[in-house]
């Protein structure tokens, strides 16, 4: 974990996942709740991106940016 | 910042992370940075917080382990401490001190309030002194802990 630290900075929940695995305990209901919001978002992330490349792409930086401060409250 | 004074807040960082991963009872973490926040603090590590503020003795000793396990991985990995623990032994005191003296979660203190009001304590000396090793055994005991813990998982903080 500490040299992924060091290469990118910022590592959130699903990163550390791949590097340590799965904690050794049942998730919570509101972390197994974040955790597939974050997969559905990279999803449709991607989604995105396949359908209308850089097309609105200004609109949703703004909206990834609404999201993450919404993560932060 | 050094580049081994930044490997040092990754491993600190990585210590509190892996600490916390591995302890049932504390709070689930969600993201962790190197990149400092403010002036003086190093990196630091997003909980998830509970909707409860209710915690059991338990996880009152997890929170204490958590807040250590950045020490001990500066311990384990460079065989050196740096000044970056600083808050997180303030932390720890207060928690410690807290199951003693506020929560009456030792068998030896029992269920008594021993919070100071108007300026003077309510107890004697004595039993300050008695306080004091009775915080200062909770967290040896779980700095111990922690140590077997990290010593066991260290190639997890390493990667």
């Not at chain 2, 997003?46 to 204490?64: F, R, V, W």
């Not at chain 2, 008695?130 to 190639?155: A, F, G, H, Q, S």
């Amino acid at each position: 974990m500490a040299e992924r630290l060091l290469e990118k900075e910022s590592i959130n929940l699903p990163e550390i996942i791949s590097v340590i695995g799965d904690r050794p305990f049942e998730m919570k209901e509101s972390i197994r709740n974040y955790l597939n919001e974050m997969k559905t978002r990279e999803t449709d992330a991607a989604e995105k991106k396949d359908t209308d490349f850089d097309a609105d792409a200004e609109e949703e930086s703004s909206e990834e940016q609404k999201k993450e401060s919404d993560e932060k409250s | 910042m050094t580049p081994l004074e930044r490997k040092t807040v990754a491993y600190h960082e990585a210590g509190h992370a892996i600490t916390g991963w591995f302890l049932e009872h504390s709070n689930p973490l969600l993201k962790i940075t190197i990149i400092p926040r403010s002036k003086g603090s190093l990196g630091f590590a997003q909980y998830l917080p509970d909707e409860l503020s209710l915690y059991t003795k338990e996880a009152l000793l997890d929170m204490i382990k958590v807040a250590l396990g950045g020490r001990v991985a500066e311990a384990l990995f460079f065989g050196k401490v740096t000044t970056g623990a600083s808050d997180d032994i303030k932390k720890v005191t207060r928690i410690a001190h807290s199951l003693v003296s506020v929560y009456g979660m030792t068998e030896e203190f029992g269920l008594m309030s021993y919070q100071n009001s108007e300026g003077a304590k309510p107890y004697s000396e004595y039993t300050a002194q008695r306080m004091d090793e009775e915080v200062k055994r909770i967290v040896d005991n779980c700095y111990k802990e922690v140590e077997e813990l990290l010593e066991e998982k260290k190639e997890l903080i390493e990667a």
